[in-house]
């Protein structure tokens, strides 16, 4: 089985500074539900792992974050792709949890229910944080040029992602030549 980790703000929709508080506010990126359709089509198994703070700053209320997972989960059917899991951390930076990321719970609570060896799957980000989370889980990585880092950005990072891709849609060709590629 073939699997993508994608992070949520920067990389399915628009990153906001002050956090997607809103089913209003959630706003996919331009070929975002192509990318996810492609990926359903191809059968690669999506799921989403992000980081929702907002939650546990008081920003973002969970009836609404549950709100926002639906609206994104029924978009994403109506054009044809499907979202297998979600896994958020509602934590603040300074709780010390072990689910957000960098840390790999998120993932490994992921590839428990789902059934998927880290190491087959690519995680697909758009921060460092994103990055350095799929090189501690063993995942191969994918830097999105949507949301948070630029180009620039990785030459300061201790571990670069195995790609760069300038959105979604790239991101997922560039996963598809590399399963053809290998095999």
Not at 64 to 74: A, F, H, Q, T, V
Not at 169 to 175: K, L, M
């Amino acid at each position: 089985m073939t699997v993508v980790l994608l992070d949520r703000d920067g990389v399915i929709n628009r990153n906001r500074d002050d956090y997607v508080k809103t089913v209003d506010e959630f706003v996919f990126l331009p070929g975002a539900l192509e990318g996810l359709a492609k990926l359903k089509e191809a059968g690669i198994t999506a799921v989403v792992i992000s980081n929702q703070a907002g939650v546990g700053r008081g920003l973002v209320e969970p009836s609404e974050l549950e709100r926002i997972n639906r609206k994104m989960l029924r978009t994403v059917a109506e054009h044809g792709g499907e979202i297998a899991g979600l896994y958020y951390c509602v934590h603040r930076r300074n709780e010390g949890c072990r689910c957000r990321k960098p840390e790999i719970g998120l993932l490994r609570k992921a590839s428990e229910d789902l059934g998927f060896d880290l190491a087959d799957a690519f995680l697909i980000g758009d921060a460092w944080s994103d990055i350095e989370t799929g090189h501690r889980a063993g995942c191969r990585t994918i830097l999105t040029l949507t949301g948070k880092a630029s180009a620039e950005d990785i030459e300061t990072w201790g571990g670069k992602p195995e790609h760069v891709a300038v959105d979604l849609p790239s991101a997922v060709d560039w996963i598809l030549a590399a399963r053809r590629d290998k095999g």
